[in-house]
């Protein structure tokens, strides 16, 4: 269970537990929201967000297409986001913002409901914690993820992931870690709230934008990274048996960061070990987020006196 100090709450910064909405509100009714999911990391040179402007320009464009408009731009969110980092105190935190439609018409349709917006930080670990670094065991769901024609799986709306949870749910209750999704048409799309990475004879191979995936801030940083170290990058449709013939395959997210799969269906990955490729995009990846070392100008630092 996390907890903090305060959360930004429609204009205002508020005590943790009096951020609340109405039962009523169209968000729970319909699940009308979109959100991000963001780190802040505590680098050895001070306390950095990481793609502060690249996922609050996704949270806009999910706002887009939803329909969803709010006064704050996006420079508004990033120093909001540090002034909450400041107020609770975090030198590394998981970030949460949501803009979701509140107390209104009971209908299913959202336009004359109010828009508001919160946003929370607060400590997590790696959605994955220990097991990281052995890595973890998935399953291919039964569950697929939706058409192109149906809701658009490039905006991070918080419906989308009643999905996710079904694929969880059961991966979780027949023993695995995690569960890898497929596509309307068979092919690899990506896990309940992570996007995959696939090796094959020293090249990435990675699900593209039209196999119902989000277009995750993480995964292009594993591209840019993989550019830096001269790995060849595919992105292209992946059928299922790649999953078992691949040499490594790995989840990569905000919350998951970097997170090895070491078996499939209980079919081992490679040798049933984190491979090679892997271990040097994790390790590039920390070297970035922990130590500051950043040829990419990702990091957004927090910079307040004695912070």
Not at 1 to 18: A, L
Not at 99 to 128: C, D, K, Q, W
Request: with cysteine; aromatic share 12%; proline share 5%.
């Amino acid at each position: 269970m996390v907890e903090g100090k305060f959360i930004y709450f429609n204009g205002h910064f508020v005590e943790w537990d009096k951020a609340k909405i109405h039962i009523l509100s169209h968000v729970i009714q319909y699940g009308s929201g979109v959100f991000e999911g963001i780190r802040a990391y505590e680098t050895k040179l001070g306390t950095a967000i990481f793609r502060a402007y690249d996922h609050y320009k996704r949270l806009k464009e999910s706002m887009k297409m939803y329909r969803m408009e709010t006064s704050e731009t996006i420079e508004d969110y990033i120093n909001i986001t540090k002034e909450l980092l400041i107020k609770n105190g975090l030198k590394s935190a998981y970030i949460r913002p949501v803009v979701y439609r509140g107390f209104g018409p009971i209908s299913p349709n959202p336009l004359h409901a109010p828009i508001e917006t919160a946003i929370a930080a607060f400590e997590m670990p790696n959605l994955f914690n220990e097991k990281v670094e052995k890595g973890i065991n998935v399953c291919v769901s039964s569950y697929r993820r939706f058409a192109p024609d149906t809701i658009p799986a490039v905006a991070k709306a918080t419906g989308n992931y009643l999905n996710s949870q079904l694929a969880m749910m059961e991966a979780e209750l027949n023993g695995f870690d995690e569960a890898v999704m497929l596509d309307v048409y068979g092919y690899i799309s990506e896990g309940p709230g992570e996007n995959i990475f696939l090796v094959k004879d020293g090249a990435l191979y990675t699900p593209s934008l039209t196999n119902s995936i989000l277009k995750g801030i993480t995964r292009d940083s594993i591209i840019k990274i993989a550019g830096l170290l001269n790995i060849p990058v595919f992105e292209q449709n992946l059928p299922r048996e790649m999953l078992y013939a691949a040499d490594e395959v790995f989840f990569c997210g905000t919350a998951a960061e970097i997170t090895p799969i070491v078996s499939v269906d209980r079919i081992p990955v490679g040798d049933g070990s984190v491979g090679k490729i892997t271990r040097m995009l994790i390790e590039k990846f920390r070297e970035i987020v922990h130590e500051g070392k950043d040829p990419f100008g990702w990091l957004e630092f927090v910079e307040a006196e004695g912070y």
